[in-house]
């Protein structure tokens, strides 16, 4: 069974580019949630995705979106990214039986994705 | 927005010493969970407590949760130099993280 993994592990971007970072979920598991963590804080929600489709969402503006393939690896894509995205991002994998709602059970994070921003 | 906040923002304690975390949330939870961060990377899962459950136990973790009051804890036992870390609290619907709890353990 292989754990959830991230890439890149760093990235460094300028003002007002646009970033994809990518995240493989745990075999067997079909929710993805993505997480912001400025340093010092705790991780900030940012959406959560189920089954390719997003089924709740944190305090992010529309320039955070996601995206869930068939093989539950997913992508986070930032668009005009500001000095303040400057961040830990962390995806975390989970296994949720029902349909509607989000998964609240325990969550398998990857090692995160330390982005840049000058 | 952040839910759970942890108390103390920082605990230092001796090899062997129990260390005590607190945590309190401010509306109603489905579970209360808890993890650990190494170094600001990726998070590892303690232990989940549901709103049903008043106290858990995981090895040298023992956790407790009062709803009434809105508040949990995380205890462990005699601590080693490897629990050096960030713990976390975090309320499910929607997986909401204080800010965290540093825990130095001095051999």
């Known amino acids: 069974e292989t754990g959830v993994t991230q890439s890149p592990t760093h990235l460094i971007k300028t003002r007002g580019q646009q970033v994809t970072l990518r995240c493989s979920s745990q075999?067997?598991?079909?929710?993805v949630s993505w997480y912001q963590q400025a340093l010092g804080q705790g991780p900030q929600f940012i959406f959560q995705?189920?089954?390719?489709?997003?089924?709740g969402r944190g305090n992010f503006p529309p320039r955070f979106s996601g995206l869930q393939f068939p093989n539950y690896s997913s992508e986070l894509n930032v668009n005009a990214l500001e000095l303040d995205d400057s961040a830990l991002y962390l995806c975390?994998?989970?296994?949720?039986?029902?349909?509607?709602?989000?998964?609240?059970?325990?969550?398998?994070f990857g090692p995160g994705t330390r982005l840049t921003v000058l | 927005s952040q839910q759970g906040e942890e108390d103390p923002q920082a605990l230092s304690i001796q090899e062997g010493e129990n260390a005590t975390m607190n945590c309190s949330y401010k509306?109603?939870?489905?579970?209360l969970q808890w993890y650990r961060q190494n170094s600001g990377r990726g998070l590892v899962h303690l232990i989940l407590?549901?709103?049903?459950?008043r106290e858990k136990h995981s090895g040298r973790l023992r956790v407790t949760l009062d709803t009434s009051k809105k508040s949990s804890s995380l205890l462990i036992t005699a601590s080693r130099a490897a629990d050096t870390a960030s713990y976390f609290c975090?309320?499910?619907?929607?997986?909401?993280f204080g800010a965290g709890t540093r825990l130095t353990v001095k051999p």
């Open positions: 975390a994998s989970s296994y949720f039986p029902l349909a509607g709602g989000v998964s609240t059970d325990t969550q398998y």
């Open positions: 075999s067997g598991h079909n929710t």
């Open positions: 995705y189920y089954r390719e489709e997003e089924n």
């Open positions: 509306t109603s939870i489905n579970n």
């Open positions: 407590i549901r709103s049903n459950e």
């Open positions: 975090a309320t499910a619907p929607y997986m909401r």
